[in-house]
Every structure is written in structure tokens, then in C-alpha cells.
């Protein structure tokens, strides 16, 4: 059999996200997809732009400004999105800050006050989701789910951004009900919050390649999917 296209997976990965909406009575277009292209090349985040994929996310930033900037040049007209999902280091806040649309991974305020600052005059408000370590690992980032409503309360004042709700990567595992029960804690979540989130509050970021249909079902309105869409990184 000939491998599938990047076309062919791209409607896959669509198709998944229709039916797991159905399965549930939501409408599938209140669920954006944004394609995760981190260690893929720009020729594939071109191939997929050219497939109608508009939502790209990057993990790394300096990596993902080189894919921005080619793209551009490529494709001037392309109305794309660009997402930055990575650990944020201090250092990195006037990239981030200059060359994304939306930043999935606030986890403290430091950082948020940064790209309040350093986002450009000319460009529009950055969207801007907190990311919530839902499962409460040493090694991941993100800000307690104790922590929360403080932090969300204080990005939602800052100028320059704009907060538009929460992120996680819950951990991986392959027991469905503890799978379950994390997005559906970070659903409780999303909720308690909307009333200090401020007036831009939509966004609840989970899902991924292997877990699109639980948290669709648990009400996800933005799902992250690299290989599925990719194939393996290497
Ligand atoms: C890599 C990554 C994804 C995509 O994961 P896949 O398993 O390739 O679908 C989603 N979200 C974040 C934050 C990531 O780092």
C-alpha cells in the first residue's frame, strides 16, 4: 500500500474530529485543529497550508519564527495562525511576543507581564491561554489547578494580552477512565474560571493525537495534533 498523503491524514485527522463532535451533538466547527509542525520541515507545514490547515503550533521558539518567516515569504497572502505550545524561558519572551498569534503554555506571571511589554504596538492583542498541570507531574509545566484563578485573574489584566482560556497536556496513559476523569476535571476547570478569565474566555486546548475523542467529549474547543497529521517525529 502507498503510504498515505499528508492530504489524506489531514482528512483523516478531520474526519476523527466531525465524528467524535457528532458522537457528542457538538457542531464540529466549534473545535479548531492546530497542527503541530515542531522537528517537521517547513515544506510540510507548506503542504499542509496548500491542504486548507491554517492552525500550526510550535514548541520551540526559534525554530518556529524560522518556519514563520519562510512561510511568509512563501505564501504572503496565507491567512495562518501560529501558535507557540513550548516551555517559555525569560529570554525568549521578545520573540515569542513579536512573532506568534496565541501562546498556549502561560504558567506564571512573570512571563505574561514579559510579553504584555514586548508585544509590538503595531500588532493585534496576543491571544494567550494558561496552561494547567492537570496531573500534577514534577516534570511538567504549567500552574496548579490551586493556583489557578489567581493567576488567570491577573493575566486577564494585562493590556497586551488577550486571555482566552486554559491548555493542559494531561498524562499519558492508556487507562481511558483516568483519562477521562483529567479532561473532565480540566472542564470543571475552564468553567470555575470563566468568571475571572475576562470577556475573551472560549478556548479550552486539549487533546492530541492518540486522545482527540475523550477531550472532545469533555468538551475541548482546540485540539494539538503533530504526528497523527506528520507521522513520527525522528
Ligand atoms: C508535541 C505536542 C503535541 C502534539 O503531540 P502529537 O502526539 O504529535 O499529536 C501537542 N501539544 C503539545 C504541547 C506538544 O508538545
Known amino acids: 500500500m502507498p503510504t498515505p498523503t499528508l492530504q489524506a491524514k489531514l482528512d483523516q485527522v478531520n474526519a476523527r474530529i466531525n465524528r467524535a463532535a457528532g458522537a457528542v451533538s457538538r ?22 497550508l496548500d491542504a486548507g490547515q491554517t492552525h500550526f503550533g510550535e514548541n520551540y521558539a526559534a525554530e518556529g519564527v524560522s518556519k514563520i518567516e519562510q512561510l511568509r515569504a512563501a505564501r504572503p497572502q496565507a491567512a495562518v495562525q501560529w501558535h507557540f505550545i513550548g ?9 515569542i511576543a513579536t512573532h506568534y498569534d496565541w501562546v498556549q503554555s502561560i504558567d506564571r506571571l512573570k512571563i505574561a507581564q514579559r ?40 493575566v486577564a ?29 480540566m472542564r470543571a476547570l475552564f ?15 486539549m487533546g492530541m ?13 482546540m485540539v494539538r495534533v503533530g504526528r497523527a497529521i506528520f507521522g513520527e517525529r525522528t
Open 191 to 205: 468553567e470555575a474560571a470563566r468568571a475571572v478569565g475576562g470577556p475573551y474566555w472560549d478556548t479550552l486546548s
Open 157 to 185: 489584566e494585562l493590556p497586551r494580552l488577550r486571555l482566552r482560556g486554559l491548555m493542559a497536556i494531561p498524562q499519558a496513559t492508556v487507562h481511558e477512565p483516568q483519562q477521562r476523569q483529567a479532561f473532565a476535571a
Open 87 to 95: 516551555p517559555i524561558q525569560s529570554n525568549k519572551t521578545r520573540l
Open 27 to 48: 457542531d464540529p466547527a466549534s473545535i479548531c485543529l492546530v497542527a503541530v509542525s515542531k522537528t517537521y520541515p517547513v515544506q510540510a507545514v507548506l503542504e499542509a
Open 209 to 221: 493525537s492518540a486522545d482527540l475523542e475523550a477531550a472532545i467529549a469533555a468538551g475541548s474547543t
Open 115 to 154: 510579553l504584555s511589554e514586548q508585544r509590538p504596538a503595531d500588532a493585534a492583542a496576543l491571544n494567550v491561554l494558561i496552561q494547567v498541570n492537570i496531573s500534577a507531574e514534577p516534570s511538567k509545566s504549567g500552574v496548579a489547578p490551586d493556583a489557578l484563578l489567581d493567576l488567570a485573574r491577573e
